[in-house]
């Protein structure tokens, strides 16, 4: 609570003229006498008694007198009650539960209301909510709308009177759905329906159909009128500044609405209480009427850059003439030409009128002053200062400035613009007189090097001749410099200008081509790298190319030396980008590629460090086999050799080398290596790897399965052979449908033709952008001949037929199942051809081919033999225990994937079996049968093996059993490795790493007995072919932990040292360092004994490593120890006042002490019975060296105290040497606590005596009534 002091005429006089005497004592602190404390009352003057309110006029203005009001509470509460009826959650199996606890917690945290919810008998809801009020209103809202079941209802008001119940930015219909708590939705302006829709309660739908209904009611009392009055006529209806229209206003209660000057409307609007409005409209009429009939007018001339002046700020003069002369002055339009200014009035006004309209028309003038366009900005100066103090001397003149003139414009007063006019003529005298400027013509191109990096050349040169240099902008391609400021300055610039340019003239430029791949790399990140180049040469301009533009030429500019230096560093920064930019490809069979990455990339990752190259593999859903390596030359050749090794290790790879002479190499790789590209793919896929062009070498690298690289080995050196004989190729052309068929199942067809011929025949890739075009090479007459063969073969495909054959219906489904993938396959291999067959349903066997007459007839022999094979078709069941299906499956089921295509069979694997303990479950019944027999059966051999362990394979019966014993042969097979017991969990490895790394190498599983049994077979499952090279493995990494703990075994020899408790800090060293070192040095771990474990010996380090390291270790230890025996401690008394000077910041003074003399030095802790007494330790001769050193600092350092003390004597005021008297605190004299037995204490339980503030003083009574 804050009270406020009120200083009147005479309390100001008592104020100006001394403090009453009465009222207020002083006490000085240095005075011998004191005043007497305040009274009691003076201190805490008493609250006024009843009379006081009443007469407070009478009374003087006491300290209470004020009236103070009654604070209200900022918290209320209210209760609101739910009916039963009305209630939305009533079946609860618990109050406080479920959904309704749950909304009222959300609404709490929503609002920050507080609520309690009580069931009443009758079983309704009351909620008391409590908070702040609009809180409240919110909680209630909120409340109503989830807690309570909802009801609407519509009222019907009309259309005009909607935006009422809406408000002011919706306000309005807020405020009344907060009150009512419930929603109000009003229709869209473009609704024509007027009716407003209400939801909620009962009671809060009834509440706001009433409120809006008033609100209609309200609207159908007032009314809204329109009076058509001429345009002229509205100066005199609004009044000088629209003060009688407001009166009017005012007056009746109407609204009224006159259109601004601006708009061209003649109706003024009144909106009110029709009786109201009909009063306002009568007054404004009656306004009307007489200022027609006494009004006059009359036209001047006034030019048209004067109407401004006569309209005034914001039409002030106008307002002005009007309420002076009571005359309105129409001005015509801005837009319009006309000059003539109407004056409407009574005639005896009209002469005053005029007067004034004369006086503000010429009150302003316009007037130029001739003045150089350069001198311009330094007429208006730094930021404006010159132009500033002649506008804050004349305010209402405006200056104008034109750029390319050379004039400026004033306009304002005439007596301010001819006072300005004055001013700002002997501002230009002035800079005519003292200023200068010259223009030199230098070529554009020098101008950016003349101002410099980030204007550094430019800036100088104006500081330093105080001239302003005017450089145009790279847009304009002009030559033209200007100089401006005083005469010397700017003949010194010029001269400096000029001299820049013809040095730059002499500058040397040179083009360095840099391959555009490396531009980035030279600049760095951010430009980081090529700011060290121009760092290193900075009179060299470096200019890049831009990337748009594919240019590989780098600029350098500068002095001659300068360009060569910086050109020799970036060839050579370029020639190592070359060198760490080799690039090979080396291509790896797709199914080795994980192999190469390794378990989390590990094995490439290995191979990146240790080469130090970049290894890019393709995507995994990618068809490329090529594994890009860039670096070094060396290092790619090293990381391609360890990947090449990789693949040899895991397949039987074989290479071959083949001599060729170079000067065929490209000529066998073909267009975009077509050529060679044919034979890897007829090969098999084997990789052909010529070496890089311009190496000289004639060796041809072929790698791939045995088989494959011999046969690609063979057509290689027969095209060589060709190649160097005599060449010919020849194109044709043939729709790329017809290539399949062209060359046949398994190229039989198209290696018939080159049999026969002796030509290579090579078709287009997928990607080659040509897919028509086929080309044949080889000798011409071989050409030729395959030419006209092929030519043959396509004449006949373009020859289209349509055939038909037979094919049982019940083989119908085999060809169209899976969206008809047979028919699919029919057709790419066979040109194209149309296969249809019946619809299903109709029993028809008519099957019809189109295409290609060739075509059709291989379509129907390949469906025949389809047909043969499913009619041949069996069914062999391979037992395989379901543990092993998994296995078997492979990765995604690759493993049956390629069984499936290697054998053209289907292969069934059964339903997993959920609990296989349960395994004499009946047999499922199969097409309606009766599983009895089959249960008869397996009672009958209870060895035969279980359901869910038999594979079924369909297909040809050779075929089948083929594909059964491939299926064999992927069945894990388990061998056990005897692995000594206490090995089992460094094999294992941290988190079971070790074990997971040789599982993933050698691709099968392998199991270590849990360590209760005490086993040492470990057993090892997978395909027979890994288990011999992952038994090797584990044997392997046998060998390595027992080497390793054969080590541990030697590492482990301890050895103990005797050394005094009081040497050990010292052997430890500062933050540990000496210890470290040693540690480091010898590698052993040395333990010193634990202050706190009583049962140690005190004087024992322990030392633990190979004995011969222990040993030195130890050594180490006592040479320390020796040199410690052999130190001295002494004591030396120097001034504590100095302590701190010899100390220095941080110990950094007493530290260099310390290594300067190899001695140790202590100072006494705060609060020690000798604050003088200073410890030294170290070798005899050391610390007497390091005591007369410190003794002579304290001689020199004290002296310094000394005079520091004495200054401080006279530097200190007297006032303070003086003891200060106790203070008293705060004292009264008589108060109530020091009053005497006769007078009693007050009753602080009165109301009377402790009144409530501004409230009535109730008489003395207890809250609950009398005492029981």
């Known amino acids: 609570m804050s009270s406020v002091a009120v200083l009147t005429q005479e309390s100001f006089a008592e104020h100006r003229s001394g403090l009453v005497p009465q009222q207020i004592k002083v006490a000085t602190l240095n005075s011998e006498e004191e005043s007497d404390p305040p009274t009691y009352k003076d201190a805490f003057p008493p609250l006024p008694e009843k009379a006081a309110c009443l007469e407070s006029a009478q009374e003087p203005a006491g300290a209470w007198s004020n009236k103070i009001r009654p604070i209200k509470a900022s918290v209320i509460t209210q209760v609101f009650h739910v009916p039963l009826e009305e209630r939305r959650y009533k079946d609860m199996n618990q109050f406080g539960e479920g959904e309704q606890a749950k909304i009222c917690l959300e609404i709490m945290q929503r609002t920050g209301a507080h609520l309690e919810l009580s069931l009443a008998k009758d079983q309704g809801l009351s909620i008391m909510v409590s908070g702040k009020l609009d809180a409240v209103m919110k909680a209630r809202k909120d409340i109503v709308a989830r807690l309570q079941t909802q009801a609407s209802a519509t009222v019907a008001i009309p259309k ?85 229209v407001g009166e009017i206003m005012q007056e009746t209660g109407t609204r009224i609405n006159i259109p601004p000057p601006s708009v061209n409307r003649t109706e003024i609007v009144f909106t009110g209480e029709k009786e109201q409005l009909a009063q306002a409209v009568a007054r404004i009429k009656k306004i009307y009427e007489e200022k027609k009939k006494k009004t006059t007018t009359i036209a001047v001339e006034v030019k048209k850059s004067q109407h401004k002046y006569v309209i005034g700020p914001k039409g002030n003069s106008l307002q002005e003439i009007l309420e002076r002369t009571g005359v309105s002055v129409e001005i015509p339009p801005s837009d319009s030409v006309s000059e003539t200014v109407i004056l409407r009035g009574e005639p005896e006004k009209l002469g005053q009128a005029l007067t004034e309209v004369y006086a503000k028309a010429n009150s302003f003038t316009v007037s130029s002053v001739a003045a150089p366009s350069w001198l311009h900005r330094f007429i208006i100066g730094k930021k404006g200062q010159n132009l500033a103090k002649i506008t804050q001397q004349m305010p209402k003149v405006h200056i104008e400035f034109t750029e390319g003139e050379d004039k400026i414009t004033l306009e304002g007063p005439t007596e301010d613009v001819n006072v300005a006019q004055e001013q700002i003529e002997g501002m230009v005298r002035d800079l005519v007189n003292r200023m200068d400027y010259v223009e030199i013509n230098i070529d554009h191109k020098f101008h950016r090097h003349l101002i410099g990096k980030s204007g550094a050349n430019i800036n100088r040169i104006k500081d ?68 060290e180049i121009r760092d290193k040469f900075p009179e060299v301009i470096i200019n890049f190319p831009d990337p748009a533009q594919k240019s590989d030429i780098v600029q350098l500019r500068g002095p001659k030396n300068e360009v060569e230096k910086c050109t020799k560093y970036m060839q050579k920064m370029v020639a190592d980008l070359v060198e760490n930019s080799y690039s090979i490809s080396v291509p790896i069979f797709k199914q080795f590629h994980k192999n190469i990455i390794g378990k989390g990339g590990a094995n490439i990752k290995k191979i990146r460090e240790e080469s130090n190259t970049k290894i890019d593999l393709p995507a995994e859903n990618s068809n490329s086999e090529t594994i890009v390596i860039t670096g070094k030359r060396a290092n790619c050749e090293a990381a391609r050799s360890r990947i090449l090794s990789i693949q040899k290790d895991l397949a039987n790879i074989a290479e071959v080398e083949v001599s060729i002479p170079a000067k065929l190499h490209n000529s066998l790789i073909g267009t975009k290596g077509r050529l060679i590209r044919s034979i890897m793919e007829e090969c098999g896929g084997v990789h052909i790897h010529f070496p890089v062009e311009g190496s000289g070498s004639d060796t041809v690298v072929i790698r791939g399965p045995s088989s494959d690289v011999e046969k690609a080995k063979k057509q290689l050196l027969h095209l060589a052979e060709e190649k160097q004989t ?136 390949r469906i025949q033999e389809i047909i043969e094979d499913l009619e041949a078709q069996v069914t062999v069941e391979c037992a395989i225990p379901q543990k092993f299906h998994r296995s078997v499956m492979g990765p995604k089921g690759s493993r049956i994937q390629q069984i499936t295509r290697d054998f053209n069979v289907q292969i069934k694997f059964p339903d997993r079996e959920e609990n296989p303990a349960h395994s004499a479950e009946p047999a499922v019944q199969e097409n309606g049968e009766d599983s009895g027999e089959a249960r008869e059966a397996k009672e009958a051999e209870p060895g035969s093996p279980r359901r869910c362990d038999i594979i079924v394979i369909s297909g040809r019966k050779e075929k089948c059993e083929a594909a059964k014993e491939a299926l064999e042969a992927l069945v894990p097979v388990t061998i056990e490795v005897e692995v000594p017991f206490d090995l089992h969990r460094y094999v294992i490895g941290q988190k079971g790493s070790g074990i997971r790394k040789m599982m993933d190498e050698f691709e099968v599983n392998i199991h270590v007995p849990a360590p209760e049994l005490q086993s040492d077979v470990i057993a090892i499952t997978g395909l027979a072919a890994n288990l011999d090279r992952a038994k090797a493995g584990l044997l392997e990494r046998v060998r390595e932990l027992q080497a390793e703990q054969e080590d541990r075994a030697l590492r482990s020899f301890k050895l103990s040292v005797t050394v005094d408790p009081k040497y050990h800090p010292k052997i430890i060293g500062r933050k540990g360092a000496v210890i470290t070192q040693i540690r480091l040095e010898h590698d052993v771990n040395i333990q010193f004994p634990d202050k706190d474990d009583g049962s140690q010996p005190q004087d024992q380090i322990t030392i633990t490593g190979y004995e011969k390291n222990t040993e030195a270790a130890r050594d180490a230890i006592l040479r320390i120890v020796g040199e410690l025996e052999q130190m001295v401690s002494e004591d030396v008394s120097l001034d504590h006042r100095v302590h701190a000077r010899i100390i220095g910041a941080r110990g950094k003074a007493i530290r260099k002490i310390m290594d300067e003399f190899k001695v140790d030095i202590r100072f006494p802790q705060s609060g020690a019975p000798d604050p003088n007494c200073v410890t030294v330790t170290g070798l005899p001769e050391n610390v007497e060296e390091a005591i007369d050193h410190v003794l002579n600092l304290e001689e020199e350092y004290l002296a310094d105290v000394v005079d520091s003390e004495a200054l401080q004597v006279y530097m200190k005021p007297p006032a303070h040497e003086e003891s200060k008297a106790p203070s008293k605190g705060f004292v009264v004299r008589d108060a109530p606590w020091t009053a005497s037995g006769s007078d009693k204490a007050p009753d602080m339980s009165s109301s009377e005596e402790f009144p409530s503030f501004g409230a009535q003083v109730a008489p003395k009574t207890l809250p609950w009534g009398p005492k029981r």
Request: hydrophobic share 35%.
């Open 160 to 244: 005009e009177h909607h935006r009422f119940v809406i408000g002011k930015n919706g306000e309005k219909l807020q405020d009344l759905e907060l009150k009512t708590a419930t929603k109000i939705q009003i229709p869209r302006p473009d609704d024509p329906s007027n009716q407003i829709k209400i939801t909620g309660t009962k009671e809060g739908i009834e509440k706001a159909r009433h409120e809006v209904l008033l609100i209609s009611a309200e609207q159908d009392k007032r009314a809204v009128e329109r009076l058509e009055v001429e345009k002229a006529f509205h100066p005199f209806i609004a009044g000088p500044y629209n003060r009688l």
């Open 464 to 531: 330093q001749y105080k001239v302003s240099v005017r450089i145009p902008p790279d847009s304009e391609k002009s030559n033209l410099i200007r100089i401006e400021g005083d005469p010397q300055g700017v003949q010194q610039a010029k001269r400096e200008l000029l001299e820049l340019a013809s040095r730059m003239e002499n500058e040397r430029t040179k083009d360095l081509i840099i391959e555009q791949r490396f531009h980035r790399t030279i600049i760095g990140q951010k430009g980081e790298r090529i700011r």
């Open 726 to 861: 005599k060449s010919f190729t020849v194109d044709i052309r043939a729709k790329p449908e017809y290539h399949k068929f062209l060359i046949g199942k398994g190229g039989g067809k198209i290696r018939k033709v080159r049999d026969s011929t002796g030509a290579r025949i090579i078709f287009p890739a997928a990607e080659d952008k040509d897919q028509d075009l086929i080309t044949i090479v080889g000798k011409e007459d071989a050409v030729r001949e395959a030419q006209k063969e092929l030519e043959a073969l396509i004449q006949n495909l373009d020859n289209v037929v349509e055939d038909t054959m037979l094919v049982d219906p019940r083989h119908h489904r085999h060809f169209v199942i899976r969206r008809g993938q047979v028919l699919r396959e029919i057709a790419e291999e066979y040109g194209g051809v149309m296969v249809s067959f019946p619809r299903s349903g109709t029993q028809s066997d008519k099957v019809t081919l189109k295409g290609a007459k060739d075509c059709v007839e291989a379509a129907k022999k």
